[in-house]
C-alpha cells in the first residue's frame, strides 16, 4: 500500500501573508488533488492535476495557486491569508483513466490565521 | 452543477444498533457513488462504493442505490462505537474519467457504548 504525506500538520500565519502546504504520495498515482474542508460544508475541490505540469481548477480555485513539479508531489499555495479561511486542506490522489478509481486521502494540514 | 446532500447532519445511536445514512444527488447523469468514513483528525477513506443500481453488502455494512430517485444510502448493521465518524458520500458524474468527485456536507455518527 501507498501514503500520502501532508506538510506541515498545522500551519500559522498572519492575515495577507502568501502560506504554502506540500503533499508526497507514493502510490504512483497519475492524478492529485486539494480539497478544503470546512465545517458543514463538506468537501470542495480547489485545484486538481493529472499530470506533471499540469494545473486544473476546481470549484473554489480563487486565492490560491498550485504547483505539480513532479508526479509524486503537489502544493498549493494561499496568495493572501483571511480569517475566513481557516480549514483543514486535503490532499488526494487516484489512478487516471476509469471513473470507478477511488480517491486516497492524507490526513489533512489545518490553516489556521491570525 | 451537481448538488449532494446529506442527512442527517448528526446521529447518535446505542451500541449495537441499525444505522441508516441518506444521500441524494441532482444529476441524472451521475454514475460512481461512494461512501468515505473519516475519523477524527483522520484521512477520509473510502469505505464502499457501487455503480449500478440495487443493493451490495460487505460485512455490516451495505449500500443501497436508487438513481431514479436520485438516491443512495448506507446501513450499518450492530453498529459500533468504533464507527464512530463522519461519514461523506461522493458521486461522480458519467464521463467525468478525470476522477472529480462531488462530495457531501457530511453526517457525524456516534455510537454510545
Known amino acids: 500500500g501507498g501514503i500520502i504525506t501532508q506538510t506541515p500538520k498545522f500551519l500559522i500565519g498572519q492575515e495577507g501573508q502568501k502560506l504554502t502546504l506540500k503533499c508526497q504520495q507514493n502510490?504512483?498515482?497519475?492524478?492529485m488533488y486539494w480539497y478544503r474542508q470546512d465545517s458543514g460544508k463538506g468537501l470542495r475541490l480547489i485545484y486538481y492535476s493529472i499530470t506533471e505540469n499540469d494545473l486544473q481548477k476546481g470549484d473554489l480555485s480563487e486565492g490560491y495557486d498550485a504547483s505539480r513539479e513532479k508526479k509524486s508531489s503537489f502544493s498549493l499555495t494561499v496568495t493572501s491569508a483571511q480569517k475566513n479561511e481557516m480549514a483543514v486542506f486535503l490532499c488526494?490522489?487516484?489512478?487516471?483513466?476509469?471513473?470507478?478509481?477511488?480517491?486516497?486521502f492524507g490526513e489533512g494540514s489545518r490553516l489556521i490565521v491570525v | 452543477q451537481q448538488n449532494v446532500q446529506q442527512s442527517p447532519e448528526s446521529l447518535i445511536v446505542p451500541e449495537g444498533a441499525r444505522t441508516s445514512l441518506n444521500c441524494t444527488f441532482s444529476?441524472?447523469?451521475?454514475?460512481y457513488f461512494w461512501w468515505y468514513r473519516q475519523h477524527s483528525g483522520k484521512a477520509p477513506k473510502a469505505l464502499m462504493?457501487?455503480?449500478?443500481?440495487g443493493e451490495k453488502e460487505e460485512g455490516r455494512f451495505t449500500i443501497h442505490l436508487n438513481k431514479a430517485s436520485l438516491h443512495f444510502s448506507l446501513h450499518i448493521r450492530d453498529s459500533q462505537p468504533s464507527d464512530s465518524a463522519l461519514y461523506l458520500c461522493?458521486?461522480?458524474?458519467?464521463?467525468?474519467?478525470?476522477?472529480?468527485?462531488?462530495f457531501g456536507a457530511g453526517t457525524q455518527l456516534i455510537v454510545i457504548p
Open positions: 462504493s457501487i455503480f449500478s443500481n
Open positions: 488526494a490522489s487516484s489512478l487516471q483513466g476509469a471513473p470507478g478509481n477511488t480517491l486516497y
Open positions: 444529476d441524472s447523469a451521475s454514475q
Open positions: 502510490f504512483n498515482h497519475d492524478t
Open positions: 461522493a458521486v461522480r458524474n458519467r464521463g467525468s474519467a478525470l476522477g472529480r468527485l462531488h
